[in-house]
């Protein structure tokens, strides 16, 4: 059998960069042999974004960090404009061909570093996107592998894009699994490499693995709240448990919207 790429990267002594991640790996591990839980987290994000698409024709979903845009291929229907961004062209090259039907229709896979969200938005998205309510989703715990130092910046991104009549939804991981996802890095070492005891934190729910450089954190309320510390008083801050997922909610002031039934 070959080497694989964690082997390989292992190897050279590099990290682990999501910006060359082969996408089938990270596919096959997350939508086609999904754990139960990974599959609930999953139909609950689509649930929740199809009710945040509530303006239908009026709003635009922007999944930043879309990967191979699964969320986006059962949501694209219910908006305006459904955009995929992400870092890794080879994501979005996947997702092309995973998903031929909704590039036909109303969608965008934009390749660029979520640092530079509306900059890079601006250049590829028509006039009248700018005049939708964006409705901004960061799923699948792509908070928790995003360098702690990058985050704050992608944060003020996205609630930028919000403008004043969008929402931002983080989905996150919740720390008060954690030791399910001990269990799940354990069985993808394809993904993140050969998990040791010293390579979590079971109390702040964080893991970098040694072997290969992968990192990533789970959340509670209370660490997405400290993360999101400036902007409260400012926007509407909302956090929903399900299942394994933790969903928090950042709305405009003014935003009327309905989250009894999220
Ligand atoms: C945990 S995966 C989630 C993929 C997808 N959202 C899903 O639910 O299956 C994280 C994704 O974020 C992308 N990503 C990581 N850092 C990024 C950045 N700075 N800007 C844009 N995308 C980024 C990765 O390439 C990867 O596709």
Redesign the pocket.
């Known amino acids: 059998m070959g080497m694989s790429y964690i082997q390989i990267m292992a190897m050279k002594k590099k990290k682990v960069l999501?910006?060359s991640?082969e996408?089938m790996v990270?596919?096959n591990a997350?939508?086609k042999n999904p754990t139960v839980w990974l599959k609930e987290i999953?139909l609950a994000?689509i649930e929740i974004t199809k009710k945040l698409l509530s303006s239908g024709e009026k709003s635009s979903l922007i999944?930043?960090?879309?990967?191979?845009a699964?969320?986006l291929a059962y949501c694209y229907p219910h908006c305006k404009y459904a955009i995929g961004?992400?870092?890794?062209k080879k994501?979005l090259d996947k997702a092309r061909e995973l998903h031929p039907e909704f590039l036909r229709k109303n969608a965008f896979l934009v390749h660029?570093?979520?640092?530079h969200l509306q900059k890079v938005l601006l250049k590829n998205m028509p006039q009248d996107f700018w005049k939708t309510e964006r409705v901004v989703v960061?799923?699948?715990?792509?908070l928790?592998?995003?360098p702690e130092t990058?985050r704050k910046g992608?944060l003020k991104e996205m609630i930028n894009l919000i403008g004043n009549d969008g929402i931002l939804m983080l989905g996150c991981w919740n720390k008060n699994y954690f030791e399910l996802g001990i269990e799940w890095y354990k069985r993808h070492p394809e993904i993140c490499g050969e998990l040791e005891a010293e390579d979590y934190d079971v109390e702040n729910g964080t893991v970098k693995i040694h072997e290969s450089g992968y990192e990533s954190q789970w959340w509670s309320e209370e660490t997405l709240k400290n993360l999101l510390e400036e902007y409260r008083g400012k926007y509407e801050l909302l956090f929903i448990d399900k299942g394994v997922g933790i969903f928090a909610f950042l709305l405009p002031p003014n935003k009327r919207f309905n989250y009894e039934n999220l």
Do not use: R
């Not at 999944?63 to 191979?68: A, E, K, S």
């Not at 961004?85 to 890794?88: A, E, G, S, V, Y």
């Not at 660029?112 to 640092?115: D, H, P, R, T, W």
């Open positions: 999501w910006e991640l996408p990270w596919y997350i939508y999953f994000e999944d930043v960090g879309c990967g191979t699964e969320l961004f992400d870092i890794n994501f660029g570093n979520a640092l960061l799923v699948m715990n792509t928790g592998i995003i990058l992608i």
